[in-house]
């Protein structure tokens, strides 16, 4: 066989698939190394570096602009700090204030780009799966200020899915300046997203997490450490803009209750998950509830949102807590200041406004209401067990992310990131995780790959090692029906493993491949396709079929004589 460099370089696709990874596959030094990384990702890492930056100024603009608009609707004043959706300056009036959000939002969606419609995260997802991680440069634009009207005119969504979205816009969009691969545009798009996240919350690892869980489909160091090294910069500029007074050092919702940690609280926490296991399908069949009812509206989708606004301006008559991001009333609930029959209203008025106004085609995100409505269930569910509010708003808080989003792991850290408060991470572990088998039984789909459904496309969230990586050439090839010989032209050997073998026959669009001695290049065998499938018959068999290794001797009683 020939090892000629230069012929692969000229046949082999330059992308994860072939390129630098199948060449490094061929690298017999390198083959069986427990990652698939070489020293292009120091370059992506600069990149991510670079992306972080920017990723981090324009979150951090994302959120001056909300408040911006708040004060601009509510107020009638210029200011640039969140604030709270108020009824004290028009009165009943204030009800039409999200109809004029909407009408603008619809206009921009119309005329502008329809990508902003939406919660961002299902946009990204959608980006990186058939779009080549190609974001549109104008959506680096229309996305956050489309946004910032929807939530600074009173619509009760959160900042962090138009700031991932926008984010992952920075890093898609500097990197097609760039020459690189789909996968490597794809680490960028994910690095920026999780940059932004960082740069409002404040939460770091909760940000690295959201991006391995939710956006980068791999668990791999090409991705994970310039996601990091993203989301680092992006969080040591917070703390500068805070040093600065622009931004508070403090967590974004502080516990300061330290209960003490007994069994019974795990028990309780089970209960509080299973009861957000519950609002998690809820949450999910409210929203497309809703987006499926404007599907029957007669008009056309531009005026959705209006009519979406009016039902969120008549919910903020009922209950003003429920406009706007509503990090003023997390951090009521988690400090107990809201009591029983307030924590009700707000629970049924924030999901039905927000349900009602994401389902109209506007633009904002899902986690901070998810935040809200959960920290009110627990509080509801964790009333009946007495001791500090708070303490049950944290775990519905995290439960119901947990359920609703799929991604028990960035809940979790979020809740303790958001609060600092660490002594409650296992009881906040017991309920997020009974959240979330709960909602895997009853749902199919999460709150957000079920838009990605809707378009038709599918996503499998579950990872696992491939088991074309456990087995080796040799357990599988056919012998050789040919005398022993020297073979020339592309081969397989017996000491590589299975997916080496698919990428290969992947790249050069073959069926089957001749195995050869490493040492002497003599044909010992042969490779095809359907050879491959026996690693996956061998998965099949380890889930489908049952055994019983060990029994028990029968038991012998003693004979009567």
Same mark, same amino acid.
């Not at 390198?30 to 990702?41: G, I, M, P, Q, W």
């Not at 108020?86 to 619809?106: K, M, N, Y």
């Given at each position: 066989?020939?090892?000629?460099?230069?012929?692969?370089?000229?046949?082999?696709?330059?992308?994860?698939?072939?390129?630098?990874?199948?060449?490094?596959?061929?690298?017999?030094?390198?083959?069986?190394?427990?990652?698939?990384?070489?020293?292009?990702?120091?370059?992506?890492?600069?990149?991510?570096?670079?992306?972080?930056?920017?990723?981090?100024?324009?979150?951090?603009?994302?959120?001056?602009?909300?408040?911006?608009?708040?004060?601009?609707?509510?107020?009638?004043?210029?200011?640039?700090?969140?604030?709270?959706?108020?009824?004290? /300056?028009?009165?009943?009036?204030?009800?039409?204030?999200?109809?004029?959000?909407?009408?603008?939002?619809?206009?921009?969606?119309?005329?502008?780009?329809?990508?902003?419609?939406?919660?961002?995260?299902?946009?990204? +997802?959608?980006?990186?799966?058939?779009?080549?991680?190609?974001?549109?440069? /104008?959506?680096?634009?229309?996305?956050?200020?489309?946004?910032?009207?929807?939530?600074?005119?009173?619509?009760?969504?959160?900042?962090?899915?138009?700031?991932?979205?926008?984010?992952? =816009?920075?890093?898609?969009?500097?990197?097609?300046?760039?020459?690189?691969?789909?996968?490597?545009?794809?680490?960028?798009?994910?690095?920026?997203?999780?940059?932004?996240?960082?740069?409002?919350?404040?939460?770091?690892? =909760?940000?690295?997490?959201?991006?391995?869980?939710?956006?980068?489909?791999?668990?791999?160091?090409?991705?994970?450490?310039?996601?990091?090294?993203?989301?680092?910069?992006?969080?040591?500029?917070?703390?500068?803009?805070?040093?600065?007074?622009?931004?508070?050092?403090?967590?974004?919702?502080?516990?300061?209750?330290?209960?003490?940690?007994?069994?019974?609280?795990?028990?309780?926490?089970?209960?509080?998950?299973?009861?957000?296991?519950?609002?998690?399908?809820?949450?999910?069949?409210?929203?497309?509830? =809703?987006?499926?009812?404007?599907?029957?509206?007669?008009?056309?989708?531009?005026?959705?949102?209006?009519?979406?606004?009016?039902?969120?301006?008549?919910?903020?008559?009922?209950?003003?807590?429920?406009?706007?991001?509503?990090?003023?009333?997390?951090?009521?609930?988690?400090?107990?200041?809201?009591?029983?029959?307030?924590?009700?209203?707000?629970?049924?008025?924030?999901?039905?406004?927000?349900?009602?106004?994401?389902?109209?085609?506007?633009?904002?995100?899902?986690?901070?209401?998810?935040?809200?409505?959960?920290?009110?269930?627990?509080?509801?569910?964790?009333?009946?067990?007495?001791?500090?509010?708070?303490?049950?708003?944290?775990?519905?808080?995290?439960?119901?992310?947990?359920?609703?989003?799929?991604?028990?792991?960035?809940?979790?850290?979020?809740?303790?990131?958001?609060?600092?408060?660490?002594?409650? +991470?296992?009881?906040?572990?017991?309920?997020?995780?009974?959240?979330?088998?709960?909602?895997?039984?009853?749902?199919?789909?999460?709150?957000?790959?079920?838009?990605?459904?809707?378009?038709?496309?599918?996503? +499998?969230?579950?990872?696992?090692?491939?088991?074309?990586?456990? +087995?080796?050439?040799?357990?599988?090839?056919?012998?050789?029906?040919?005398? =022993?010989?020297?073979?020339?032209?592309?081969?397989?050997?017996?000491?590589?493993?299975?997916?080496?073998?698919?990428? /290969?026959?992947?790249?050069?669009?073959?069926?089957?491949?001749?195995?050869?001695?490493?040492?002497?290049?003599?044909?010992?065998?042969?490779?095809?396709?359907?050879?491959?499938?026996?690693?996956?018959?061998?998965?099949?068999?380890?889930?489908?079929?049952?055994?019983?290794?060990?029994?028990?001797?029968?038991?012998?009683?003693?004979?009567?004589?």
């Amino acid at each position: 066989m020939s090892h000629d460099a230069s012929r692969l370089d000229r046949r082999l696709p330059n992308d994860s698939i072939g390129g630098a990874d199948l060449r490094s596959d061929l690298d017999s030094e390198r083959r069986l190394a427990d990652f698939t990384v070489d020293r292009s990702v120091l370059k992506l890492v600069a990149l991510a570096l670079v992306v972080g930056a920017l990723s981090a100024g324009v979150a951090l603009a994302l959120i001056a602009l909300i408040g911006f608009f708040t004060h601009l609707a509510y107020y009638g004043d210029v200011g640039w700090h969140l604030a709270t959706p108020s009824l004290h /300056r028009f009165g009943a009036w204030t009800v039409l204030i999200p109809v004029v959000g909407g009408l603008i939002v619809g206009l921009m969606a119309r005329f502008g780009s329809e990508r902003i419609r939406g919660h961002g995260i299902p946009e990204a +997802m959608e980006t990186i799966l058939i779009r080549g991680s190609k974001v549109e440069p /104008r959506l680096v634009f229309l996305k956050p200020i489309s946004s910032a009207i929807s939530i600074g005119s009173g619509g009760p969504f959160g900042a962090e899915g138009p700031i991932i979205l926008t984010g992952g =816009a920075v890093g898609s969009v500097f990197a097609q300046f760039l020459e690189l691969t789909a996968r490597e545009r794809r680490t960028l798009l994910v690095a920026g997203a999780s940059a932004g996240m960082a740069a409002v919350f404040g939460t770091p690892l =909760a940000a690295v997490l959201f991006g391995v869980e939710i956006l980068v489909f791999e668990w791999r160091p090409r991705s994970f450490v310039p996601i990091v090294a993203a989301v680092a910069v992006a969080d040591t500029l917070r703390t500068w803009f805070a040093s600065l007074g622009l931004l508070s050092r403090a967590p974004l919702f502080p516990l300061t209750v330290h209960p003490p940690l007994t069994a019974l609280l795990s028990v309780e926490a089970l209960t509080v998950g299973l009861a957000c296991g519950i609002l998690a399908w809820v949450l999910t069949a409210a929203v497309y509830g =809703a987006e499926d009812a404007f599907k029957h509206v007669p008009i056309h989708w531009t005026w959705w949102p209006a009519i979406g606004g009016l039902v969120i301006g008549l919910g903020g008559l009922a209950d003003p807590r429920a406009l706007g991001v509503g990090y003023g009333t997390i951090a009521d609930e988690l400090a107990g200041r809201i009591a029983l029959g307030g924590l009700a209203l707000v629970l049924v008025v924030k999901l039905a406004i927000w349900a009602i106004g994401l389902g109209s085609g506007t633009s904002g995100g899902v986690l901070a209401p998810q935040l809200l409505i959960g920290a009110a269930a627990g509080g509801l569910v964790g009333h009946a067990f007495g001791g500090h509010p708070g303490v049950w708003a944290l775990l519905g808080m995290g439960a119901t992310l947990a359920g609703a989003m799929r991604a028990p792991l960035t809940a979790i850290v979020f809740s303790v990131e958001l609060t600092h408060e660490i002594a409650l +991470m296992l009881p906040l572990v017991v309920a997020s995780a009974t959240a979330f088998l709960l909602s895997v039984l009853l749902l199919k789909r999460s709150i957000i790959t079920e838009k990605i459904a809707r378009r038709g496309f599918h996503v +499998m969230r579950e990872y696992a090692v491939d088991p074309l990586e456990a +087995m080796f050439v040799r357990e599988v090839m056919q012998p050789a029906v040919e005398p =022993a010989g020297g073979v020339d032209g592309l081969v397989a050997y017996q000491d590589e493993v299975l997916r080496v073998v698919a990428g /290969r026959m992947a790249a050069f669009e073959v069926d089957e491949l001749p195995v050869v001695d490493r040492e002497t290049g003599a044909l010992v065998g042969a490779v095809t396709v359907f050879d491959l499938l026996a690693a996956r018959r061998r998965q099949f068999l380890a889930e489908r079929s049952r055994e019983r290794p060990l029994q028990l001797p029968p038991l012998r009683l003693p004979s009567r004589r």
